[in-house]
């Protein structure tokens, strides 16, 4: 198999694997993801190296901004962004947060990015995809428009490593692994196939799951392990040596590693042509 294919034979596993498809997920979770995001720490990490990359004069792109965590700050500090956002549900949320923030320089098309990127004019100082292209299945095609209308591209995404507590639940409760979306670990090399230079950093990320009260945890993780009512006693057990009661919260707290992949379009236009 080349790196391409193993990335598409991998979009495809964690599609089968799935419940439901990414539309009707996110129509349950997108409330849900805004609140997963104040919990966690990648925005806080990421986003003063985003601020190094603009300025008041930038136009960015930007791929699934789902509830906005980085649209927000971003819109704040560019002149124009354009969002690539397929998901009504994480739409709203992401209009309603720009309407509260009184922020006009955004543009969200209802689009895929594998579908949207053709409609898109002009130049891009930045185009920017936090954990939002493991459901793209022509990621060779997706990635050589990006280096043609970003001068810079930065994305951010798993490592393809899973949180124990989660392999360990996953396996006791459904009796299998969970199929993982692809990583890291198959993006890299499709880059390389493509003769792409990244510049790449991992991350400690956290990888919080905080809620107001146990029956709202428990309700979560039986939604999504697919568990019916009957067996909420087990997933309690199986749940209850990872949660820890923090103030009027219960949560389960772990770190992850995320890689930042970093594609600067003048260094690799030099390395492409061989003069290096
Ligand atoms: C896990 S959320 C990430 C949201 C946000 N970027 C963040 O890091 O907080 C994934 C987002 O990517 C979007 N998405 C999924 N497939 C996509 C595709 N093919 N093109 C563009 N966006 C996509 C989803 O609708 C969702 O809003």
Request: aromatic fraction near 10%; hydrophobic fraction near 40%; proline fraction near 5%.
């Amino acid at each position: 198999m080349t790196p391409l294919e193993r990335w598409q034979a991998q979009v495809r596993a964690a599609r089968a694997d799935r419940a439901e498809n990414e539309e009707k997920f996110w129509e349950h979770f997108a409330s849900w993801y805004d609140n997963w995001v104040r919990h966690n720490d990648y925005v806080s990490l990421v986003f003063p190296r985003l601020a190094t990359y603009v300025s008041k004069s930038s136009r960015v792109l930007e791929i699934g901004p789902g509830s906005g965590a980085f649209t927000v700050p971003l819109a704040r500090a560019v002149k124009q962004l354009v969002a690539l956002e397929p998901s009504a549900s994480m739409r709203q949320v992401l209009t309603n947060k720009l309407d509260e923030e009184w922020l006009t320089n955004v543009r969200i098309l209802p689009h895929k990015v594998e579908e949207g990127l053709a409609e898109l004019d002009g130049e891009f100082d930045l185009a920017f995809a936090s954990h939002s292209l493991y459901n793209v299945e022509p990621i060779d095609v997706v990635m050589r428009e990006l280096v043609r209308v970003a001068r810079r591209i930065v994305i951010l995404m798993g490592t393809g490593s899973e949180v124990a507590w989660q392999r360990a639940v996953y396996l006791q409760l459904r009796g299998k692994s969970r199929v993982l979306p692809p990583s890291f670990r198959e993006f890299y090399p499709v880059l390389m196939e493509m003769g792409i230079y990244a510049d790449v950093e991992i991350l400690p990320t956290s990888y919080n799951y905080v809620y107001d009260n146990e029956d709202a945890l428990l309700d979560d993780w039986q939604r999504r392990l697919q568990l019916d009512a009957s067996r909420r006693a087990e997933l309690r057990a199986a749940l209850a040596p990872y949660i820890e009661p923090r103030g009027n919260t219960f949560g389960i707290y772990s770190v992850n590693r995320s890689a930042l992949v970093i594609i600067e379009r003048d260094r690799h236009l030099f390395a492409s042509t061989g003069t290096d």
